[in-house]
């Protein structure tokens, strides 16, 4: 039973934005806890997209960005291509539960 | 180049126990706090549990789930991480993922190993 919710699915066409919500409570995003995403093409283990809320690791596209605000995050993808067509978690620390807690998970669809 | 390998997975009946390995290559382990995080077939990831480097301790934190069924241990000698999994449910069944915990990146889970499948069944 996830903790961080997320939409279960989002799309858009090719070159459109699409935004892609996890929103927390005031154990975990909104006790200040860091949020990181992750995408997870088909057959293959998740990847770190974005860490600490808004921040690419080397080598992500900087199509891909992040953002925080209170018990919530969000990640958004500009200028669609279908390379980003996967599933998308994000991931936080809860006080209460005392360990780490993913999202539900989103997958995005090009259409 | 930084690597995590997995092994150790299989098919086990309910109430048995499994032993996986992770090893790790192309960064200094003996430093690194390390997770294991699970995906049933179809499912989402969850979070399974934590060991933190040595000079912090080298304590464990686990997911409700599998807390005082599943032990996470770590060999800084063979730059390798184990998942001891006791007393198996079918609901354990899924791909187990180590990843390493990166404090320069806020904790996230920066490196992923391949994953190795665990099916517990009769």
């Known amino acids: 039973q996830s903790v961080l919710t997320q939409p279960p699915s989002v799309s858009g066409a090719p070159g459109q934005r699409v935004t892609i919500s996890c929103t927390g409570s005031s154990s975990n995003i909104g006790a200040g806890y860091d949020v990181h995403w992750y995408q997870q093409l088909p057959g293959t283990a998740p990847k770190l997209l974005i860490y600490?809320?808004?921040n690419r690791p080397s080598g992500v596209p900087d199509r891909f960005s992040g953002s925080k605000s209170g018990t919530s995050a969000s990640l958004a993808i500009t200028g669609l291509q279908a390379e980003d067509e996967a599933d998308y978690y994000c991931q936080s620390y809860d006080s209460r539960l005392s360990g780490y807690v993913f999202g539900t998970g989103t997958k995005v669809t090009v259409l | 180049e930084v690597q995590l390998v997995e092994s150790g997975g299989g098919l086990v009946k309910p109430g048995g126990s499994l032993r996986l390995s992770c090893a790790a290559s192309?960064?200094?382990?003996?430093?690194?706090?390390m997770n294991w995080v699970r995906q049933p077939p179809g499912k989402g990831l969850e979070w399974v549990g934590r060991i933190k480097a040595k000079a912090d301790g080298a304590t464990t934190d686990y997911a409700a789930p599998v807390k005082g069924r599943f032990a996470i241990s770590r060999d800084d000698s063979k730059n390798t991480l184990y998942l001891q999994m006791n007393s198996l449910k079918t609901e354990d069944t899924a791909v187990y993922y180590c990843t390493t915990d990166d404090d320069d990146s806020g904790r996230a889970l920066n490196v992923w190993g391949q994953g190795t499948m665990v099916t517990v069944s009769s």
């Open positions: 192309g960064f200094t382990f003996y430093y690194a706090w």
């Open positions: 600490a809320a808004s």
